[in-house]
T-cell receptor, first 117, second 117 residues
Framework: GAVVSQHPSWVICKSGTSVKIECRSLDFQATTMFWYRQFPKQSLMLMATSNEGSKATYEQGVEKDKFLINHASLTLSTLTVTSAHPEDSSFYIC?????????????FGPGTRLTVT | AQTVTQSQPEMSVQEAETVTLSCTYDTSENNYYLFWYKQPPSRQMILVIRQEAYKQQNATENRFSVNFQKAAKSFSLKISDSQLGDTAMYFCAFMKRSGGGADGLTFGKGTHLIIQP
């Protein structure tokens, strides 16, 4: 149980285009989903927190107009990187917290590698 | 805001040995969780162990145990009888315990653990 998927696992896009990354909780309902960014050989940095049916909360320094987050259902959150540039190339990881979970554990997706050329 | 510090960028031990990874954190919060995550080359984040700050007893999961010193804000991970499959990046992480919502994780920079045959 507690499986989180991400799609696509790897995407290459051209500079100036937009790309959407999906995060799905497959066997549980997620009240909250989180988006992290990981640069090569570095740690994970929290970008934003999304709650189903409400606007996402972005961490300081994260451009909300560039990284659009939508959490339309209890099993799906999307991250859209708008007008992507090479510096947006990174590994994006989502995690989800189960609706009824009291242990505060977050279940992580396998990540999406974005390369902007 | 909280910070998490892992002072060992890389460690290498022989198979079957015991290894301890260090982690310190800084926070003004009193209620929080601490985690150790493992990230193998696949980059899938795997929860190793969790500690609730209000619990004095150190958490243990099979070969993995922690030494939680709340006053010193220290949270080290001990891996006993290390195995080749333990080779991975290990991240220490902090999460504030919220009343009704959920907070994202603050990660340390990670320790690359290499188990030598």
């Amino acid at each position: 149980g507690a499986v989180v998927s991400q799609h696509p696992s790897w995407v290459i896009c051209k500079s100036g285009t937009s790309v959407k990354i999906e995060c799905r909780s497959l066997d549980f309902q997620a009240t909250t989903m989180f988006w992290y960014r990981q640069f090569p050989k570095q740690s994970l940095m929290l970008m934003a927190t999304s709650n189903e049916g409400s606007k996402a909360t972005y961490e300081q320094g994260v451009e909300k107009d560039k990284f659009l987050i939508n959490h339309a259902s209890l099993t799906l959150s999307t991250l859209t990187v708008t007008s992507a540039h090479p510096e947006d190339s990174s590994f994006y990881i989502c995690s989800a917290r189960e609706l009824a979970e009291i242990s505060y554990e977050q279940y992580f997706g396998p990540g999406t590698r974005l390369t902007v050329t | 805001a909280q910070t998490v510090t892992q002072s060992q960028p890389e460690m290498s031990v022989q198979e079957a040995e015991t290894v301890t990874l260090s982690c310190t954190y800084d926070t003004s919060e009193n209620n929080y969780y601490l985690f150790w995550y493992k990230q193998p080359p696949s980059r899938q984040m795997i929860l190793v162990i969790r500690q609730e700050a209000y619990k004095q007893q150190n958490a243990t999961e099979n070969r993995f145990s922690v030494n939680f010193q709340k006053a010193a804000k220290s949270f080290s991970l001990k891996i006993s009888d290390s195995q080749l499959g333990d080779t991975a990046m290990y991240f220490c992480a902090f999460m504030k315990r919220s009343g009704g919502g959920a907070d994202g994780l603050t990660f340390g920079k990670g320790t690359h653990l290499i188990i030598q045959p």
